[in-house]
């Protein structure tokens, strides 16, 4: 229960501990939440019908968690997070505004997990009779949910490894219960079904809230595995850790979207689903997933800082990210705009996180998965990371290219790019960013000297 003191610097071989197998209860933890199952009541609402929701949610978690294998592979090879290893493509300055995008992101689902405790906790307290909910209860709510969920994020790697090994088996036992309760009721005929366009849409949704979007968290948890792990074990563990709990939990959300109308509200609507005898329960299981996802997020956000060129402590990064998010919560409970909120945050992730994606993988692939750890952290000329004044221009020029061609193909509440409205709605802006970031990068590093790193020769087997 010691505060983890560790960063992004490199974990030395004698600190490393644990088996990939590890990462497959630390995904399917994360994964196995409430906010899983609105995801899959989300591509019902879009028009889907259910079986296209199934096929939408099949092939967008097929295509995005391998993702997160593959960020996951560095982890034990390097020694340090995603994030930092991503400096070898846009260099150690380059680098910072990726980092920037990445603790951006984790903050914006912190806050939204944030809400959902809140308005779980509220709806308890009603069911145990307290109606009368204003401003200062609801203020004392979000301060008591940020201090329990600031306990394993800040004692770091090993608890929130070992909890989430716990957490994962009393959240399959909980929607196992949630599945028999809802299965009865299915309408499978439900709606007319979608045209194309829609569809595509839906697997962009898909794509975006669930293996893009953890992608820049693979190595976070990989790096302390010893350097000699098996590969396949790791890749295997951390994309089937994600992919078989989401395809689960959404189907399952899709399934209950069918049964109630406003189901994309997980407090107050998709209850109504579920026997009364079992609201209490659901609640409360709400409110668990939601701190084991949080816990997730808050711990890598940290370290997304640090990479972003912000000199503080981790658990300094930690309590601050909290506090920020706690202002979000209390803006958004406040409103009563979080479900708003929610949407246009999940399409606009897209934009940045697909081309990062298309250059991070045109980058491993590039070096054939080689990096030199200490010189990621070298920030002089002296550096084969270093670039033109600490800026590797090739990565920076791919992804503002990626981002223009995703921004020109998404299609989404907040923002309709003119490839989308020309060719009737369709969003390909995940396949246009990594593609064209992908290709950039490799055009313009073509030539250039891989200078691949010294990895022990055990961790490349």
Known sequence: MAVEQRGIELVSPQERYGRPRDLLFLWSGTTLGIFTLVYGTVVVSL???????????????????????????????????????????????????????????????EAGGMVLITFAALALLDKAGVHDQGTGLKVAVIVVAALIQLVLPLVGHAAVMKAQKYFTWVFVAMFAIMAVLVGPKVDVAAGGGADFATFTIAVALVMSCGGLSWAPLGSDYSRYLPANASRRAVFLSAALGGFVPYVLLMTLGA???????????????????????????YLVLAMVTLFAVNTTDLYSSGLNLQAAGINVKRWVAVVADLVICVAITYVAVMSNSFNELLNAFLNLLIIWLAPWAGVYLSDWLRRRGRYDGPALFDETP???????????????????????????????TAFVGPISQATGGTDFSVFAGVIVAGVVYLVLERGTARRPAAVPAEAAT
Not at 61 to 79: I, M, R
Not at 258 to 271: M, Q
Request: aromatic share 10%.
């Open 255 to 281: 399934a209950v979207g069918t049964v109630v109308k406003d189901a994309g509200d997980p407090i107050s609507g998709l209850p109504g689903a579920l026997p009364g005898w079992f609201t209490v329960p």
């Open 382 to 412: 002296a550096s084969p990371y270093w670039g033109a004044g600490g800026v590797r221009w090739p990565g920076i020029v791919a992804q503002v290219a990626g981002m223009a061609a995703a921004a020109l193909w998404i299609n989404s």
């Open 47 to 109: 028009g889907l019908s259910f079986p296209q929701a199934v096929a939408a949610i099949v092939i967008g978690n097929l295509l995005a968690f391998p993702l997160v294998g593959l960020t996951s592979l560095q982890g034990p090879a390097v020694g340090t997070s995603t994030m930092a290893v991503s400096r070898a493509a846009y260099g150690p300055r380059g680098a910072r505004a990726l980092g920037l995008f990445g603790w951006i992101n984790m903050v914006g689902f």
